[in-house]
């Protein structure tokens, strides 16, 4: 049984800085998946953030995170990073990331990024931006 862990969140002030982590239990489960970031604000619906392939190669941002968050992964580590910086008071929310139902070829043009197509969702991680 995969899981995914996820680590990093915390109380940040507005235009700061944090590094989240997803790191899964078991690399044969995750290695040929792609992994989103997605994220529910108090009395809001989840919403996806970002995503990327297996390769690392193809990502998807969110329009609201564009220019600000970066997605990346680190195979050998079975982890995936979501890096954000210029955070926004609007940023706040649970943050949680999940692997695709489906085992991915390599030669993906473009990757989804719809939280139906993901499972085993990680407990999330809190982020708090406030001053």
């Known amino acids: 049984q995969l899981q995914l862990v996820e680590s990093g969140g915390g109380l940040v002030q507005p235009g700061g800085s944090l590094r989240l982590s997803c790191t899964a239990s078991s690399g044969s489960f995750f290695r040929d998946y792609g992994v989103g970031w997605f994220r529910q604000a108090p009395g809001k619906e989840r919403e996806e953030v970002a995503c990327?392939?297996?390769?690392?190669?193809?990502?998807y941002y969110a329009d609201s995170v564009k220019g600000r968050f970066t997605v990346s992964r680190d195979r050998a580590k079975n982890t995936v990073y979501l890096q954000m910086n210029g955070l926004k008071p609007e940023d706040t929310a649970v943050y949680y990331c999940?692997?695709?139902?489906?085992?991915?070829?390599?030669?993906?043009?473009?990757?989804?990024?719809?939280?139906?197509?993901?499972?085993?969702w990680g407990r999330g991680t809190q982020v708090t931006v406030s001053s």
């Open positions: 990327i392939t297996r390769s690392g190669g193809i990502t």
């Open positions: 999940a692997r695709t139902i489906n085992r991915q070829i390599l030669t993906l043009t473009s990757t989804t990024c719809a939280s139906a197509d993901y499972t085993y």
